[in-house]
């Protein structure tokens, strides 16, 4: 007489799919012994933890333990339990080129950086490195990056302020909040702005790209416009999001035609970058060149200009032409004393 062994088989696979579930649910991060039961029975019904599911549970990390060398500690402060390494069963490997991807993330964020999104990345790189088998994880830390991203200081950012701001531009919701200009005359001013995105620039500063819709104290000429707001100048606990949902894309705003001239000293080699969208570069015979484009943002333009010095000479619109003569005359005030 022929034994059947199919319901064997099939309660080793389901007891099997269970356990890389529960694993695949702590690499999330640490979770309680009722949590990781619900999302079991969640995932897989009447086949996760029928009867008594606690001693299910703590037979399968024993197993999980036991057969692949998992490290799953129990952490008694918060009552969950946490994945501390995969042993046996990492099942990610990569190639040289993408080993090599990873130690460049290593080097770029490295431990302690302020802004909370470089935080995530950098718990995202331990998280990879977390799924590598051992012997390439060794072999990993061994290697030494020959090439990095150089981030400036990060300014602290009110927690708050990041939630409302990530929010905004989620939902696409408007959002209001007092700002700190620095330079401005009028220390604080209170904005209704479109969100679009949150900026992380080179320098350090994460920015809020959106259109100022209205500003308070009201200044002529302003608004609409496309700004980029330094979000740790925003005033803690005065963001906040409006009923008024916005239409895909950005509102349309003033455009300026945008034409300068660089010196010789900066164009002779004719590889000037194209800073701005659509630019059009016209080299003359003498090594100079001239730049035409279409900006919305004013206030961007003159300080992306400004990194050329004296070697730019703005020729159009009349209101960057002004611009910067009021900062040609701020700047003489300090080097021109006497």
Not at 21 to 48: F, K, S, W, Y
Request: hydrophobic residues 40%.
């Amino acid at each position: 007489m022929t034994q059947r062994t199919g319901g064997t088989k099939r309660s080793s696979w389901l007891t099997f799919r269970r356990r890389l579930l529960l694993v695949r649910l702590l690499l999330r991060g640490p979770a309680t012994r009722d949590g990781l039961i619900a999302a079991v029975n969640a995932e897989m019904g009447d086949q996760g933890y029928p009867g008594d599911a606690t001693s299910a549970l703590k037979h399968d990390l024993d197993a999980l333990k036991a057969e692949y060398g998992c490290q799953i500690g129990y952490r008694r402060g918060v009552r969950q339990y946490a994945l501390d390494d995969l042993g046996e069963l990492a099942l990610l490997d990569l190639p040289e080129e993408y080993l090599e991807a990873l130690n460049f993330l290593d080097a770029s964020f490295p431990e302690g950086s302020g802004l909370p999104e470089h935080t995530h990345v950098r718990a995202l790189l331990d998280r990879v490195l977390l799924l590598l088998p051992p012997y390439r994880r060794r072999e990993y830390r061994a290697r030494r990056s020959v090439a990095s991203l150089r981030l400036g200081p990060s300014r602290a950012i009110d927690p708050g302020v990041m939630q409302r701001v990530r929010q905004a531009v989620e939902r696409r919701q408007e959002l209001e909040f007092d700002y700190r200009d620095a330079g401005d005359e009028t220390p604080i001013t209170h904005h209704r702005v479109a969100p679009h995105e949150v900026i992380f620039r080179p320098e350090g500063h994460a920015y809020l790209d959106a259109t100022m819709l209205e500003v308070e104290p009201r200044r002529p000429g302003v608004a609409p416009a496309a700004v980029h707001y330094r979000i740790d100048r925003i005033v803690p606990g005065t963001a906040r999001l409006l009923p008024s949902v916005l239409p895909a894309g950005r509102p349309a705003l003033p455009t300026f035609r945008l034409r300068y001239r660089l010196a010789p000293a900066v164009a002779r080699r004719r590889d000037l970058a194209p800073h701005f969208p659509g630019a059009q570069i016209a080299y003359a015979d003498d090594g100079s060149a001239e730049v035409t484009a279409t900006v919305t943002n004013l206030w961007q333009t003159r300080q992306t200009l400004l990194r050329y010095g004296d070697a730019c000479e703005v020729l159009e619109p009349a209101e960057l032409v002004e611009l910067f003569r009021a900062s040609a005359r701020g700047l003489a005030q300090i080097y021109l004393k006497g």
